[in-house]
């Protein structure tokens, strides 16, 4: 109570001329905190907005083709896996020479050897359409010629 009273006491004693300057000062603090708290943020979100939109837009449209592609190759019939290997087969040809398919049990091992790697592509994008299949493993190394090495390792479907 006596911290009060000191206070009370001194600004009683304080000039009106002096306690209209501190009254101001308290106000523009005032609003200073109010900016930097409430406005400041705000404003700051409001601008960051619509580049978000942007950003959220082009994911939901990536979603959208991804979930476009999943359901296109959920139509697709299933494959036997006699059929996924002769279309596995077909598909290798696209590699060329560098590339050697083994097959052991359910599972497919194709060893490239300075593979192009538009050539590579093309065949991962043939092998999951056509054989409905996709890498289980992958040990791939970039060769001096601008080729890939390694092996790629597939799951037939079962018999």
């Given at each position: ?80 896996a006699a059929q ?8 290798v040809k696209l ?65």
């Open positions: 109570m006596s911290v009060m009273k000191d206070v009370s006491t001194r600004w009683q004693n304080v000039s009106r001329r002096e306690q209209r300057l501190i009254l101001l000062a308290l106000g523009v603090v005032a609003l200073a905190l109010l900016w930097w708290v409430a406005l400041a943020p705000a404003l700051k979100l409001l601008k960051a907005a619509p580049a978000q939109h942007l950003a959220l837009d082009a994911q939901l449209q990536q979603m959208q083709q991804l979930q476009a592609q999943a359901q296109a190759l959920r139509s697709q019939p299933v494959l036997s996924a290997r002769s279309a596995l087969e077909d598909s590699l060329g020479s560098g590339a050697k398919m083994g097959v052991q049990a359910e599972r497919v091992t194709l060893t490239l050897k300075a593979v192009a790697p538009d050539a590579l592509a093309q065949w991962l994008a043939s092998a999951r359409l056509n054989a409905h299949m996709a890498p289980l493993e992958a040990h791939l190394t970039r060769n001096s010629s601008a080729g890939w090495d390694g092996t790629l390792v597939l799951q037939l479907p079962a018999q």
